[in-house]
Every structure is written in C-alpha cells, then in structure tokens.
C-alpha cells in the first residue's frame, strides 16, 4: 500500500472549455442517449447473482487470450463504448489521455500514470463476443436492491434480483459493513481487469487495484451510496479511487495525444508493473 494521503486536485482547470462539469455523464439528451439507454436496459434486466457468478466462472479461468498489456492497448482502438453519453472516440485515445493527465498532476506517481493507462482494459471482453451490456457502464452491487443513484435505475426493477426476496432488501444476501471485498458486483471491465492483473501478480499497489476494480462504481464513489456496505479499508480507498474519476471523466476532450511518442515512457511503467504477457 501506498503511504499518506493523496494530494486532491481541482479539476475545472482542466476541463475542456468548451464543456461545464454539468454538461458531463448527460443521460437525458446526449446525441447518443438512445443507444446508451439501451445498454444499460440490457444490463439492469441481466444483470443477477446467478448471472454474475456464471461471468466470473467463465472469465477467470484466465483462457481467452496470452497478450501484453499494449496489445490490449492496441485492441482498443477496435472498440467505442456504447454507455458513454460524452464521446464515441476509440477507448485507446480516452486511455492515453486519462494517463496523461495523471501524470501532468502526479508526476512522481509512476503507478498512478499507468493505472490511468490500462483502467479500461477489461473492456477488451467486448471484443471477444462479449455483449457491451456485460462489459462497459457503471457497477452496482447485485444480490441487495438497486439504489435509486444507479443510472436508469427504474429498470432495475425488470431484473431477476428485484424480484427474489432473497436479494431485493437493502442488505439482501450481505450482512452490514461486510466489506466491497465480500459484495458481487455487477458484471464489467472493472471487476475483470482486477481479477487478470490479481492472477497474473501485478504489483500496482492497492490503491491503484482499487481505482480499477470500483472507477465504475459511480453510486459509491459519486452518489454515496451502499455504505451499509462497506467497511474501514473501503473508506481508506475512496479518496484514490475519487481522484482517479476525476481524470477518468474531465479528460474527456478532442485533443487527441500523440501515442506513438508517448509508447516508450509508457512501456517501460509496464515492464516495471505488469511486464510480458499476461493471460487474459
């Protein structure tokens, strides 16, 4: 773990500034919100604990694939996020850009550069037959009641959670303060990349596991919410896993970065953290 607090920073200095922070995460009339409503239709009436079980089952077997992390960079370029109301520029471009601007304010964060780089990573799931429903948008807990902060959360209540008493409590099957540990997470390319990097023993430090396991996790660490849920090493993450939104969503801009120039200083984080191939 890394030591001491981290140093906040204010983000309307780099915001783009032609947007206002407001004008971010637009789930009412984005150019793209038909197709964004529908993404997370799909996934607030799949998503389960007999479903995300199925997921974890499948995925962590660690099977589908033997590449290094810039190969997965690469095949980024293949994917747009269809839950995104803000852009429809290819994920690698919103990596390097969240990347950069970690790094322009953290400089002497090395892990925390590369955190930024690979955060979406997981996403990599879509390319491989995965439906996007199952793979990008915000996290939520499954096996309790959906919170009214979860984006389109009335379309929660078509999800077979919602109507298994077992699950559709505000604890449902967790007891109080259990710990995000011990809590099943809706299926997505947070919860996938942690588990491939935790497999193939990465050594970001657990602040940086922590900003990729919940940056999707907008109605804990925007709305909130579930804090019956969570417990004291949590509360110590949620700070870092804040300041990683930051970047995550205000680095959202036109200015494209010039990758190929940015590879090397990249590739060697990569080398010293998650070095060679790794299987996915």
């Known amino acids: ?46 998503q389960s604990v007999e479903f995300v079980q199925g997921q974890r089952a499948k995925w962590c077997r660690f099977d589908h694939c033997e590449m290094t992390i810039m190969e997965a960079l690469d095949e980024l370029n293949k994917l747009i996020d269809d839950s995104d109301p803000d852009v429809d520029i290819p994920n690698i471009v919103h990596a390097f850009q969240t990347a950069e601007r970690l790094r322009q304010h953290h400089p002497g964060k090395d892990w925390l550069h590369l955190t930024g780089l690979i955060h979406d990573l997981g996403k990599v799931m879509a390319l491989w037959g995965e439906p996007q429903w199952a793979v990008v948008g915000d996290t939520y807990p499954v096996g309790c009641a959906a919170d009214s902060s979860i984006v389109f959360a009335e379309q929660c209540a078509k999800g ?36 491939v990097l935790k497999h193939n023993k990465c050594t970001i430090p657990d602040e ?34 804040r300041e990683m939104n930051k970047f995550d969503l205000y680095s959202k801009d036109s200015c494209m970065p010039d990758i190929e120039a940015l590879i090397p200083y990249y590739q060697g984080l990569i080398d010293k953290y998650c070095p060679g191939n790794l299987e996915w």
């Open 160 to 195: 077979p959670d919602a109507q298994d008493q077992r699950y559709n409590t505000q604890l449902g099957m967790y007891e109080r303060n259990c710990g995000l540990d011990n809590v099943l997470m809706s299926w997505g390319h947070d919860e996938y990349l942690y588990q």
């Open 208 to 241: 940086g596991m922590a900003m990729i396991r919940f940056h999707s996790f907008y109605p804990w660490h925007t709305g909130n919410a579930y804090g019956h849920l969570t417990n004291s090493k949590d509360e110590a993450m949620l700070p870092w896993v």
């Open 1 to 46: 773990m890394v030591e001491g607090p981290i140093e906040c920073v204010d983000v309307s200095e780099f915001r783009p500034e032609e947007k206002e922070a407001a004008e971010f995460r637009n789930y009412v009339d984005s150019p793209r919100i038909a197709i964004v409503r529908e993404t997370y239709r799909l996934m607030h009436e799949n």
